[in-house]
């Protein structure tokens, strides 16, 4: 694995065969799918095919280990906010009483829903950062002929993360080398000690966005002017766009549609109906509702 801004990528992989478009726009549509299907028995189909698709890239699952706090206590504060602080609903039905709180079936049901939908994205991104690394960006904004000051933009974004990144390193080396040890202090002590983190960092961002602004000017560079030159790209020379590239671009688009009419012209993918609600309502309910 190799270790990226974005995230770790596997040294080889199938997936690098497609045009970095492709995983662009992979991540665009199939990122829209959850927000589209309420079923959650669907969006579980959608986690297990991206898990398919992980193994298929090659990628070592130990690395998704970084993810699962994130995918845990966002469970936890979802049920929680639709549970715990959902509010009183005497219409609902009454599953529990937690500590004088009612917790309700309809509550619990709609935060499996949106949890359920937001698990897929999280495998979706995960897939993508772990199979695409900071370039592949550019170069799908480029090859889709993203104006080249917005594709400029990300770019000095993406490095000012990596910067911020080494800055931060420097900051807390100098730490150390004047015999700062954070071993023993307490959380609140650590927490102001990040927030003057602040200071320097700030500094160095901004003398190095200045270093980029002169190095621009030394070049004679500028975003306006009155002729429009044509700009060479060599990184898209090294890319080609194949006849499976296009196949893989219309079938996620000719998807998407399809689900767009199952969902809102057939009624189907919706919660009702699923067998997630049909196995919590006979759990929670015992038939009854």
Same mark, same amino acid.
């Given at each position: 694995?190799?270790?990226?801004?974005?995230?770790?990528? /596997?040294?080889?992989?199938?997936?690098?065969?497609?045009?970095?478009?492709?995983?662009?726009?992979?991540?665009?549509?199939?990122?829209?799918?959850?927000?589209?299907?309420?079923?959650?028995?669907?969006?579980?189909?959608?986690?297990?095919?991206?898990?398919?698709?992980?193994?298929?890239?090659?990628?070592?699952?130990?690395?998704?280990?970084?993810? #699962? /706090?994130?995918?845990?206590?966002?469970?936890?504060?979802?049920?929680?906010?639709?549970?715990?602080?959902?509010?009183?609903?005497?219409? %609902?039905?009454?599953?529990?009483?937690?500590?004088?709180?009612?917790?309700?079936?309809?509550?619990?049901?709609?935060?499996?829903?949106? @949890?359920? =939908?937001?698990?897929?994205?999280?495998?979706?991104?995960?897939?993508?950062?772990?199979? +695409?690394?900071? =370039?592949?960006?550019?170069?799908?904004?480029?090859?889709?002929?993203?104006? %080249?000051?917005?594709? @400029?933009?990300?770019?000095?974004?993406?490095?000012?993360v990596g910067m911020v990144i080494e800055d931060f390193s420097i #900051? =807390?080396?100098?730490?150390?080398?004047?015999?700062?040890?954070?071993?023993?202090?307490?959380?609140?002590?650590?927490?102001?000690?990040? #927030?003057? @983190?602040?200071?320097?960092?700030?500094?160095?961002?901004?003398?190095?966005?200045?270093?980029?602004?002169?190095?621009?000017?030394?070049?004679?560079?500028?975003?306006?002017?009155?002729?429009?030159?044509?700009?060479?790209?060599?990184?898209?020379?090294?890319?080609?766009? +194949?006849?499976?590239?296009?196949?893989?671009?219309?079938?996620?688009?000719?998807?998407?549609?399809?689900?767009?009419?199952?969902?809102y012209g057939l009624g189907m993918l919706t919660l009702e109906g699923?067998?997630?609600?049909?196995?919590?309502?006979?759990?929670?309910?015992g038939g009854a509702g």
């Amino acid at each position: 694995m190799n270790k990226t801004i974005l995230g770790y990528v /596997p040294e080889q992989s199938p997936i690098y065969s497609l045009h970095p478009f492709v995983r662009v726009y992979f991540l665009m549509i199939v990122s829209l799918f959850p927000m589209i299907i309420s079923s959650p028995d669907w969006n579980f189909v959608l986690i297990l095919v991206v898990l398919a698709l992980l193994k298929y890239s090659r990628v070592t699952f130990s690395t998704l280990k970084l993810y #699962v /706090p994130i995918s845990v206590s966002m469970g936890v504060l979802i049920l929680l906010s639709y549970t715990v602080l959902g509010g009183r609903h005497p219409e %609902f039905h009454q599953v529990v009483s937690l500590l004088g709180i009612p917790i309700y079936f309809e509550r619990i049901v709609a935060a499996v829903e949106v @949890y359920m =939908r937001i698990l897929p994205m999280i495998f979706v991104m995960v897939l993508f950062l772990s199979t +695409s690394r900071e =370039r592949d960006i550019l170069v799908a904004m480029r090859w889709a002929r993203v104006p %080249f000051t917005v594709t @400029y933009l990300v770019a000095m974004s993406l490095r000012a993360v990596g910067m911020v990144i080494e800055d931060f390193s420097i #900051v =807390r080396q100098a730490e150390k080398a004047r015999g700062y040890d954070p071993k023993g202090k307490s959380i609140p002590y650590k927490l102001r000690q990040f #927030v003057m @983190y602040i200071i320097p960092l700030m500094g160095l961002a901004i003398r190095r966005s200045e270093d980029f602004s002169n190095a621009l000017v030394a070049r004679g560079y500028s975003f306006t002017g009155l002729r429009r030159v044509k700009r060479p790209d060599y990184v898209l020379t090294k890319y080609r766009f +194949s006849v499976l590239d296009g196949i893989i671009v219309v079938l996620l688009t000719l998807l998407l549609l399809l689900i767009l009419v199952a969902r809102y012209g057939l009624g189907m993918l919706t919660l009702e109906g699923s067998l997630t609600m049909r196995w919590l309502r006979q759990w929670l309910l015992g038939g009854a509702g």
